[in-house]
């Protein structure tokens, strides 16, 4: 977006960014309240990139993700929770046993395009909770003696979309997973 011509139209990403942008930028003190009310209501009627830029143009760049930017999970035993506001970097790498992991991407701050999580889980689940709307592709995922369960988007519900990966059988397995846009 930076590098795009101010006269070229936004799309709802490029609007949801500058929002989580502000929002952001609120919790670190940066914008008073009023400030962020202001904001808010002129974000979703930009037109262009031009105009969401105004928005955020006196406020810090925030780090985008790099691709060595990694949240590396090793755990035995027990649970791992995410969830409430939380940044998101672009790879995520679960390296548990025994473990039950729960990813609650609903309120959380992803600063890519895409998260890739990689998976490596003896005896373990795995609970992705997102938003509607956001995609989960399993197409990398490799299980043995274990089992996907589809979203409860895709049975038809309306509440958030949760996906999970059960490991049953105690053999060591690497697992590459979801990819989130």
Known sequence: MPDDPPDLRASHADRDRVVEAL???????????EELDTR????????????????????????AAKDSDVLVIEQHGGRYVREGYWPVPAR????????????????????????????DMVHGKLLIVSSPGTVINTDGLNLTYSKLIAP??????RSAAPYRAH?????????????MT
């Open 23 to 33: 929002r952001v930028a609120a919790g670190d003190g940066r914008l008073s309240a």
């Open 152 to 157: 409860l988007q895709e049975r038809r519900c």
């Open 167 to 179: 490991r049953k059988a105690p053999a060591r397995e690497s697992h590459r997973a979801a990819a």
């Open 40 to 63: 808010l209501e002129s974000a979703p009627s930009a037109q262009t990139l031009g105009e969401l830029a105004e928005l955020t143009a006196d406020l810090p760049v925030a780090p």
């Open 92 to 119: 995520i790498e679960l390296r548990t046993r025994e473990c039950r992991v729960i990813l609650d991407f609903t309120r959380a701050a992803i600063t890519s395009n895409v998260l890739r999580i990689e998976m």
